[in-house]
């Protein structure tokens, strides 16, 4: 189905849930099937047209949504999700949305995914950049689950065509799957199909192929406005959570099962709120809640809520769209910057951070729009593969900080992206403004996507952005782009780039 620029639905398809980002692409292919994936990028191909790919549009940057994009190839409507038996794998197509995934697996089989909250990120772009959710640190990264891809490719005679690369392939196919594997979507082609199974599964049932979520969890929440928390306690509190982490990072640690987070809000939209959630059936659950407590909130004059138990779906479903601001809300402008962190913020970090949260000459009053989240998307069984195991190198880290900034009106962009760099950049400053690979930290994550790290202005660490990224993954990757995908045809601002490929329009 191809939708051009009088169809009343264009104006729809053009732009994603960051409504900072907007093309004019002389049309937009509604994909059905991989066939019809095909046969667009041939098309495409053949006359020339720069592409670029959409699942579900939830990208924070321009990497689908830009002036140079001709043909969009929208998955959206390829969202069926079954059991393969020939696989003994999940086959799940690139447009299916993490809601829908979580019920389909979960009533069908009783089985799930550790992806992400929110529920209409589309599973292309989520599965190949990593995925993390709530419940990673006991299952690990969606990409480590990904058992094989269908991904349309153009080879070096500009012939667009269908492969399938598994893990158990070996050669040029094994590194397309590895590559697929937490480089991120618009790389090297258009993976139509993922088969999803976890590492040592056995047998053929479908209950055993993927993880089983926990029957129940235990949810205990809290919040401290900004006048009882001073520079002091602020402090103690981001630095006791830190340290809890870092006890707890390697697999198979007491606190696997548990996912912590702080959501640090401007002071203008509230006060700081703690989410925690652990799996009821693993022993001793409530004393392993109670120790995070405890340790979290020691000298904070922080008192969690007693704790709730909860139907896990129920619970994950509330929680999908329990902040409206950040998670449902697609008419919002935003951008986001991480950090995967391995050791805590220090006093001057958290000088910084406190600073910047409680200015008064800023605001965004809506409740989470300025928002530093803090926590649980790394370690455990996160940490169980090594970091040339995929794509995806953060491998060692702790915790992650993920900033997240988001507004209306676009008058306001020099504003908002002011603050959020500033935020950013003095709590990194020491290392040129980004989080540097080394000691302290582990880069960022390409579901993340900061454009600002190509401008030298503003990342002033000297170290380019694929780093940040990919770390020493980089060089397999280039060599994989040249072998998949030798005329640059899938690119976007952070997509790999191969050096001495012909960047042809």
Request: proline share 5%.
């Amino acid at each position: 189905m191809t939708v051009r620029p009088e169809d009343q639905r264009y104006s729809e398809l053009v732009s994603g849930f960051n409504r900072r980002w907007r093309s004019e692409p002389e049309y937009v292919r509604l994909a059905g099937s991989t066939e019809q994936v095909l046969r667009a990028v041939q098309e495409a191909v053949d006359a020339g047209k720069r592409l670029s790919v959409r699942s579900g549009g939830h990208s924070y940057a321009n990497l689908v949504y830009h002036k140079d994009v001709d043909v969009i190839v929208d998955l959206s409507m390829m969202n069926k999700i079954y059991f393969d038996p020939h696989r003994t794998a999940f086959a799940i197509e690139s447009g299916a949305k993490l809601g829908q995934i979580y019920v389909e697996l979960f009533r069908g089989w009783g089985v799930t995914l550790p992806g992400g909250v929110c529920p209409d990120v589309g599973i292309g772009g989520h599965a190949q950049g990593g995925g993390h959710g709530l419940l990673s640190r006991q299952f690990g990264n969606v990409c480590d689950l990904i058992e094989a891809v269908e991904i349309v490719v153009v080879d070096r005679h500009r012939k667009a065509r269908v492969v399938v690369a598994s893990r158990q392939d070996s050669g040029d196919l094994r590194d397309l799957w590895w590559a697929c594997s937490g480089a991120g979507g618009g790389n090297f082609g258009i993976v139509t199909k993922f088969w999803f199974r976890k590492l040592g599964a056995s047998g053929c049932l479908p209950s055993a192929q993927l993880p089983q979520p926990p029957q129940e969890v235990l949810i205990s929440t809290a919040f401290a406005p900004w006048e009882q928390l001073d520079q002091a306690r602020f402090t103690r509190l981001v630095r006791n959570q830190a340290q809890w982490y870092m006890e707890n990072r390697e697999p198979g640690s007491q606190g696997e099962a548990l996912c912590g987070l702080l959501f640090v809000q401007h002071a203008s939209g509230g006060g700081i709120g703690m989410l925690t959630q652990v799996d009821a059936s693993v022993p001793h659950a409530e004393k392993v809640l109670n120790d995070y407590l405890t340790a979290v909130t020691a000298n904070t004059g922080i008192t969690p809520l007693p704790y709730r138990r909860l139907p896990w779906l129920a619970s994950t479903e509330t929680i999908d769209t329990s902040n409206p601001t950040v998670m449902t809300n697609a008419t919002l402008r935003g951008a986001v910057k991480e950090a995967y962190m391995k050791q805590a913020f220090t006093e001057e970090q958290c000088a910084a951070i406190y600073r910047h949260m409680t200015r008064s000459d800023y605001a965004n009053p809506a409740p989470g729009a300025s928002l530093l989240q803090l926590g649980a998307m790394a370690g455990g069984q996160m940490n169980a593969l090594a970091s040339g195991d995929r794509a995806l190198m953060q491998r060692n880290s702790s915790y992650v900080a993920l900033w997240s900034t988001f507004w209306a009106d676009a008058a306001e962009d020099d504003k908002h992206l002011g603050w959020t760099r500033e935020i950013y950049g003095d709590t990194f400053a020491s290392t040129g403004g980004y989080p540097v690979p080394g000691d302290r930290y582990e880069g960022s994550n390409i579901n993340s996507p900061d454009p600002d790290m190509l401008d030298p202005d503003i990342n002033r660490s000297g170290v380019p952005w694929h780093t940040f990224y990919f770390g020493e993954n980089y060089p397999r990757l280039q060599r994989t782009k040249v072998r998949w995908d030798p005329d640059n045809v899938f690119r976007h601002a952070l997509s790999v780039n191969a050096g001495a490929v012909v960047n042809a329009r």
